[in-house]
């Protein structure tokens, strides 16, 4: 299977990587170029214009920054769509998703979302948690292929796994900001960090995220993040969107 991937970021180069592991026909791009280049050494054909990349595959994988960067790479350069595959696997709102769909078959394609959990070191590992979204079929012909990745899970129609990530990444947002906002409280008050944890991890309130992300909060060093901020504020602008209009 002919597969091009596009979007060689943070996250989706390691992605890449492992699609090459497996001797698969891969094909990348990346709007900035650079990027994408370490992986031609390592077998990929590389594009530098994305309508190239995508009629090269079957399998047209979507790892990109937001809606309008799959909008502007995908639908905007006149790719033909008939007869692939697209699968999206960044994360974007239960209703761009179904946007998209209807765009992809309009266009004589098939779409499904795949949004994964997890964040660099997960991708290396193969680990990531992949949520599908689209027919029983799609997942059934797709889940081999997804598997490079990580476990994956059957959501249910489109939307609904983009919805669960959304969800998800509720939960980073939201526990990070707290751990973050206590921790510096009880290094403020003179409390032990020490005691703090080890209260902490007794308790019910204890997220295992708490104690990977310690270190750097003490340390105060953010300068190789698995997930930008940037990115995470993308996702809380999207939630409150979605789950505004879910009435909540």
Do not use: C, W
Not at 151 to 173: M, T
Not at 200 to 229: C, H, I, V, W
Request: no cysteine; charged share 20%; aromatic share 8%.
């Amino acid at each position: 299977m002919k597969i091009s991937f596009l979007g060689t970021g943070l996250l989706g180069f390691p992605m890449a990587e492992q699609l090459l592991k497996k001797e698969t026909e891969v094909a990348v791009f990346n709007r900035t170029v650079e990027k994408a280049q370490p992986l031609e050494k390592q077998g990929a054909k590389l594009f530098r214009d994305a309508k190239d990349a995508i009629e090269y595959g079957e399998t047209v994988v979507l790892m990109l920054t937001d809606a309008a960067a799959v909008h502007a790479v995908l639908l905007e350069h006149g790719a033909a769509l008939k007869n692939k595959t697209v699968v999206q696997m960044g994360t974007i709102s239960p209703e761009q998703s179904r946007k998209l769909q209807q765009q992809v078959s309009a266009r004589d394609g098939e779409y499904v979302e795949a949004p994964v959990l997890g964040s660099i070191p997960q991708a290396r590992a193969a680990q990531l948690f992949v949520l599908f979204g689209g027919s029983h079929g799609q997942y059934e012909q797709l889940e081999t292929l997804l598997s490079v990745f990580g476990p994956v899970q059957y959501v249910g129609e489109v939307g609904k796994a983009a919805a669960l990530k959304l969800a998800l990444n509720q939960l980073i947002a939201s526990l990070t900001a707290a751990f973050s906002l206590s921790l510096a409280f009880v290094r403020s008050s003179g409390v032990e960090v020490e005691q703090f944890m080890d209260i902490l991890r007794k308790s019910a309130l204890y997220a295992p995220t708490f104690d990977k992300k310690l270190p750097a909060m003490l340390a105060g060093n953010f300068e190789n993040p698995n997930f930008p901020t940037k990115h995470l504020l993308k996702d809380v602008n999207l939630m409150l969107e979605a789950m505004g209009a879910s009435g909540l």
